[in-house]
């Protein structure tokens, strides 16, 4: 049972100081961790499947989508084996080396960004990857170096604010074989009339997002 304060109580009390709350103790701040790379992509199939493929965190780099790249080697076929392929702004490699693991007899990942070199070097010696070569350089001369007519496969997905697709698709033309094809990876659609000056015409063609992906052949 509570005891009732007489009003001369109540006063004194209201006017006695009160008791300091306890401190709280502060929690450190978390620290953000520094962006170590920009994630992962997989191989979807062949004798690497399901490999992983760091994506290092720079302006630009933008890996094909994995429902993008199946969807292509769908269009492909499973087995590309005996096929020359070149991947003219490799990135991650994830294109050419998708192509490598269904068993392409030769594939050359172009490459210019020095850093992502040298992690294709060491992926390729990770995978004993016999049949892939490296190089550091400009895709649209190396598929000018390969022209003409060598080619079953050109992978061109440059990074989307480039000003390279007009001259990459003219180089990719000679450089391909006459039963070839050309693989564009773009911001926007390019259509049969765009394609046709270039001798490319349309053969395959899907929106995922922002990416539309082209399969083409010669006209």
């Not at 007489?6 to 306890?22: C, E, G, I, N, V």
């Not at 005996?82 to 693991?101: I, K, N, P, Q, V």
Request: glycine letters at 8%.
């Amino acid at each position: 049972m509570s005891r009732r304060l007489t009003p001369a109580q109540a006063a004194a009390a209201l006017r006695a100081p009160r008791a300091a709350a306890p401190a709280v103790a502060a929690r450190p701040e978390k620290k953000a961790a520094a962006p170590q790379g920009g994630g992962e992509v997989r191989i979807i199939g062949g004798q690497w499947k399901r490999t992983r493929l760091p994506v290092a965190h720079l302006p630009g780099l933008r890996p094909t989508p994995d429902r993008v790249r199946e969807t292509l080697f769908n269009w492909l076929g499973q087995d590309l084996a005996g096929w020359r392929c070149l991947d003219a702004f490799a990135g991650t490699g994830a294109l050419g080396l998708e192509a490598a693991s269904r068993g392409a007899a030769s594939v050359l990942l172009v490459e210019q960004e020095a850093g992502l070199v040298e992690r294709l070097n060491q992926l390729c010696q990770r995978l004993q990857a016999s049949t892939v070569q490296v190089r550091r350089g400009d895709g649209v001369a190396a598929l000018q170096h390969s022209a003409p007519a060598s080619l079953d496969l050109v992978l061109l997905d440059p990074p989307f604010e480039s000003l390279h697709y007009t001259a990459a698709l003219k180089a990719a033309v000679r450089a391909l074989a006459p039963q070839g094809f050309v693989y564009l990876e773009a911001p926007a659609a390019w259509d049969d009339e765009a394609l046709a000056p270039l001798g490319l015409a349309l053969h395959r063609h899907l929106r995922a997002g922002a990416v539309h992906a082209h399969l083409l052949r010669r006209a």
